[in-house]
């Protein structure tokens, strides 16, 4: 059978100082860590909150655009009407004197 080495009480002290340091070590450590991931989630969150940001002016800009394409397609019709009832209007106006311009013999 092995031995049992007794330990005397400077042994006991020393392992219990060493233990108490090794504690303090994985302590600071795990602050260490903390401290690193809280600032990882504020990067993460940051970059989130900017990929939202340029979703959302993506999306008014999209929209922007679309209200400017339907106000452009109805000007462009209303331009279309105006010009139809003017060339309607010029038709008109070119037949009166046409007609006006004809000799009148026998009046």
Same mark, same amino acid.
């Not at 331009?79 to 009832?85: D, I, Q, T, W």
């Given at each position: 059978? &092995?031995? /049992?080495?007794?330990? +005397?009480? #400077?042994?006991?002290? =020393?392992?219990?100082? &060493?233990? +108490?340091?090794?504690?303090?070590?994985?302590?600071?450590? +795990? =602050?260490?860590?903390?401290?690193?991931?809280?600032?990882? =989630?504020?990067?993460?969150? &940051?970059?989130?909150?900017?990929?939202?940001? #340029?979703? /959302?002016?993506?999306? =008014? #800009? /999209?929209?922007?655009?679309?209200? #400017?394409?339907?106000?452009?397609?109805?000007?462009?019709? +209303?331009?279309?009407?105006?010009?139809?009832? &003017?060339?309607?209007?010029?038709?008109?106006?070119?037949?009166?004197?046409?007609?006006?311009?004809?000799?009148?013999?026998?009046?």
């Amino acid at each position: 059978m &092995a031995e /049992t080495r007794v330990l +005397n009480e #400077q042994e006991i002290k =020393d392992a219990i100082a &060493a233990l +108490n340091r090794s504690t303090e070590s994985i302590t600071r450590y +795990n =602050d260490i860590l903390k401290q690193q991931r809280a600032a990882l =989630d504020r990067i993460v969150s &940051a970059a989130k909150e900017g990929v939202d940001a #340029q979703a /959302t002016l993506a999306k =008014d #800009q /999209t929209e922007k655009w679309k209200s #400017q394409r339907q106000e452009l397609i109805l000007e462009v019709s +209303n331009l279309r009407g105006s010009f139809v009832r &003017a060339k309607s209007l010029l038709s008109l106006d070119s037949a009166i004197i046409t007609v006006s311009k004809r000799p009148h013999w026998g009046t």
